[in-house]
């Protein structure tokens, strides 16, 4: 009732190759990009994410104007992107709402 394990063998192919076991996953190497290019990385990262937070701070006291860089790649483009639009449409709502005020608060009027 012991059963032996087989091992697969290598079958011969048409084109006289064999076919091997695939090799174990292994997680592609690192590189070291050295000191100098890490630091720079590391330099890059922190200006937009000051950029980032200007942006913010200036967004949140009311001015429209701040905008993030649209070439910006990856999830740092993608944070801007969106921060762009999110200022776009709060800037239009502000916009409909001071024209509302004026229509509706001064000239008594509901209908355009």
Do not use: H, Y
Not at 37 to 63: C, H, N, P, Q, Y
Not at 71 to 86: P, S, Y
Request: glycine residues 6%; hydrophobic residues 40%; positive net charge.
């Amino acid at each position: 009732m012991d059963q032996a394990v087989k091992t697969p063998t290598k079958k011969p192919r048409k084109n006289g190759m064999t076919l091997k076991k695939p090799a174990a996953a292994t997680p592609p190497p690192t590189r070291d990009l050295g000191p100098a290019k890490e630091d720079l990385l590391d330099d890059v990262a922190e200006m937009r994410s000051r950029k980032i937070l200007t942006a913010m701070m200036a967004f949140s006291a009311g001015d429209f104007s701040s905008r993030l860089p649209a070439d910006w790649a990856g999830t740092d483009g993608r944070i801007a992107e969106a921060f762009n639009q999110a200022i776009a449409n709060a800037s239009r709502v502000t916009v409909e709402a001071d024209r509302l005020c004026t229509t509706v608060g001064k000239e008594g009027r509901l209908s355009q």
